[in-house]
């Protein structure tokens, strides 16, 4: 391998020459020349002129992968070299990244450099940075980008710049053509149903149906009518056969929206379609084969629910194959000026308005309010503020309202209560200088009494004795 610069070499080479690859076992399908090598802080010891290319060093001696080749400030969330630091004792010294994913920076191949020791010293990267598909593991070309996929920072109808919403991104892609369950867990209006969509238009059954069923909405036996279907005579009411939802979804998605909020009967049930794939009608004797990939979502937590005894653990760790955690807006700040525009552009069109902005000043607001109500109550803010809103440019009133005249009111009060506290603890502290700290002449000097002055010393925090 030829090094990009004497001083790279150089820099590198006392911290290699205590080391040694082990094993030196390079698998066939790893041709890459795009070649580095990393410390466990990630700081790159050495790279050759194919893995440079296009990128410009800052610093030889502090250079780390994520800041010259991912442009990033921080490490990347999934970083697979970490991994491999962390965990040398678990992980082969020769390490695939294809189960963790692709990184920015690149990284397809981990080898081991050893101390003699044993110690995993540094690592010896091997890297691929066309462009690689999260859904097949193939490069693609910017024209051949698989379905849903984008280069900037929306996935379909989601949007975040964020690394946790990054890190969803990849999630999805992971987890979107396997076949197994997964659980979303998140809190109101954070988007979960969106996220199941947008799993169910990424995977193999994208073509088949997506249903949603509102667990918390419907009684026992009306949910178990709705997901299973009945026969004529079930039931009061049941005056013909009805094909049930698992039927309905053959072949696609069932989302369960709220699934905390079921019986443990109906759960016991659950179970039972999940193990056999098979439903029973309410009132039939049969069985019916059903094809249904589940994800269910809940903004509870399910685990202090078993501890209470109202959900089944057995049904818990069937649903939550692959858990995912949808982040609180609150978590990924960075994206609420995204959002903010995307929801500005999209009401306007819905309600046939004219083009809006948002004030540099109403954007701060927005990304500093607490938003209890996630996404949705930051959709319904601005969905508003187009709508009652008269200027071209939204303003911090038009999408936060002004606060009630009592909230105004308390705040004056609050702030004069804090200067005039501020302005007498200065002066006491002034009359104790004066007093060289006699208490009962610095009392006389504010016109006070000696008791009262010992009570505010107390409330001010103002020591007894001035150093």
Not at 168 to 195: C, N, W
Not at 347 to 363: L, Y
Request: proline share 4%.
């Amino acid at each position: 391998m030829a090094g990009s610069h004497d001083d790279a070499i150089a820099s590198c080479a006392d911290a290699l020459v205590p080391c040694r690859i082990e094993p030196l076992a390079i698998p066939s399908d790893i041709t890459s020349d795009e070649v580095m090598v990393l410390r466990d802080d990630l700081t790159i010891l050495y790279a050759t002129e194919l893995a440079w290319d296009g990128h410009t060093p800052i610093n030889r001696r502090t250079d780390t992968c994520y800041k010259v080749f991912a442009h990033r400030s921080e490490p990347c969330l999934v970083c697979p070299a970490t991994l491999f630091f962390q965990s040398h004792r678990t992980i082969p010294p020769s390490f695939s990244t294809h189960n963790v994913g692709t990184t920015q920076c690149g990284i397809q191949q981990l080898i081991a450099l050893k101390a003699a020791d044993g110690h995993t010293e540094c690592v010896l990267a091997f890297l691929k940075r066309e462009e690689v598909s999260p859904m097949s593991g193939s490069s693609v070309t910017e024209g051949q980008r698989p379905e849903g996929q984008s280069a900037d920072h929306h996935l379909r109808e989601l949007i975040g710049q964020s690394a946790v919403m990054q890190h969803l991104f990849s999630m999805i892609h992971r987890v979107a053509d396997s076949q197994a369950t997964v659980l979303l867990e998140g809190e109101t209006g954070t988007g979960k149903e969106l996220v199941a969509k947008t799993i169910h238009r990424l995977s193999d059954r994208r073509h088949r149906p997506f249903i949603v069923v509102d667990c918390g909405s419907l009684t026992e036996t009306l949910l178990e009518s709705e997901l299973f279907g009945h026969v004529k005579g079930a039931f009061t009411g049941a005056v013909s056969s009805k094909k049930g939802l698992f039927e309905e979804a053959d072949g696609g998605t069932l989302f369960l929206d709220e699934i905390a909020d079921t019986t443990p009967h109906f759960q016991a049930k659950l179970l039972r379609v999940i193990q056999e794939g098979e439903i029973k009608p309410v009132g039939s004797a049969r069985t019916v084969q059903v094809d249904v990939r589940i994800i269910s979502a809940t903004n509870r937590d399910l685990l202090g629910l078993i501890k209470r005894r109202t959900f089944r653990e057995d049904l818990y760790y069937r649903l939550a194959v692959l858990p995912l955690v949808i982040p609180a807006l609150r978590d990924r700040r960075d994206d609420i000026p995204l959002l903010a525009q995307h929801f500005v552009e999209a009401s306007c069109r819905r309600h046939g308005r004219p083009r809006r902005t948002m004030s540099a000043r109403a954007i701060h607001a927005l990304t500093h309010a607490p938003w209890l109500g996630n996404v949705r109550q930051l959709q319904h803010a601005i969905e508003r503020a187009v709508l009652t809103g008269s200027g071209s440019v939204l303003t911090e009133e038009d999408v936060l309202g002004k606060p009630p005249e009592s909230v105004r009111q308390a705040d004056l009060a609050s702030a004069t209560r804090h200067a005039v506290q501020t302005v007498e603890r200065a002066g006491i502290q002034e009359a104790l200088r004066h007093a060289d700290g006699n208490k009962a002449r610095a009392a006389r000097l504010l016109n006070i009494s000696r008791a009262s002055l010992y009570t505010k010393l107390r409330t001010y925090g103002i020591p007894q004795r001035l150093g």
